[in-house]
């Protein structure tokens, strides 16, 4: 647990460095991957899941995925931007 | 005279099933409700009877939820096997 602690620290430290604003962080829980994934040499089984809501400039989206792939506790990353959450105005099959 | 006015007895507008309900990556539980649970497979528009825009947003989400670790490609989770039935397929 103190591992995951570090690395969570060392992430956002990442991000605000390259001036990101972070709003969030929820933790998904732990639980055992839907699938073993390979990752800097080793088949993982158990993850645990982590969601960062943030707002940054989109030129950080690149030098971050880097920064996240050579961290060797994480296995994927990715970014997504934020839904937005139109759905009230669904009016049904015509 | 006879009075110019719209049909009073329409039906109200035919909904799918997900018509305002928000889809997201993460719910795995509902995104699995139109998977096989032998292939993993999705199943098409024919079979879950949803309307165009919600059956994209799915279908979008169930390949996030794939390649971010959170949903099985080959299979159906098992924890979701006894779910109740959307689509309306034979086995």
Redesign the interface.
């Known amino acids: 647990k103190p591992e995951t602690a570090a690395v969570l620290k060392r992430t956002v430290e990442a991000l605000m460095e390259k001036g990101a604003i972070v709003r969030k962080l929820e933790n998904?829980g732990e639980r055992s991957?839907?699938?073993k994934?390979s990752k800097h040499k080793e088949r993982h089984r158990r993850?645990g899941?982590f969601?960062i809501d943030l707002e940054a400039p989109p030129s950080i989206v690149s030098s971050m995925m880097d920064h996240l792939g050579r961290d060797i506790d994480v296995?994927?990353r990715?970014f997504?931007k934020h839904?937005v959450?139109k759905?009230?105005e669904?009016?049904?099959?015509? | 005279q006879p009075m110019q006015m719209e049909n009073p007895y329409k039906d109200p507008p035919k909904r799918c099933v997900l018509c305002g309900i928000n889809v997201d990556y993460k719910n795995v539980q509902l995104l699995s409700q139109f998977v096989s649970p032998y292939t993993g497979s999705i199943y098409g528009r024919h079979i879950t009877g949803l309307c165009k825009k919600k059956q994209k947003e799915v279908t979008k989400a169930i390949k996030r939820a794939h390649v971010f670790g959170f949903m099985p490609v080959m299979f159906k989770n098992p924890q979701f096997l006894t779910d109740p039935k959307l689509c309306n397929i034979k086995y």
């Open positions: 998904l991957l839907p699938y994934i993850g899941y969601l296995i994927r990715a997504i839904p959450t759905a009230e669904c009016s049904g099959i015509i």
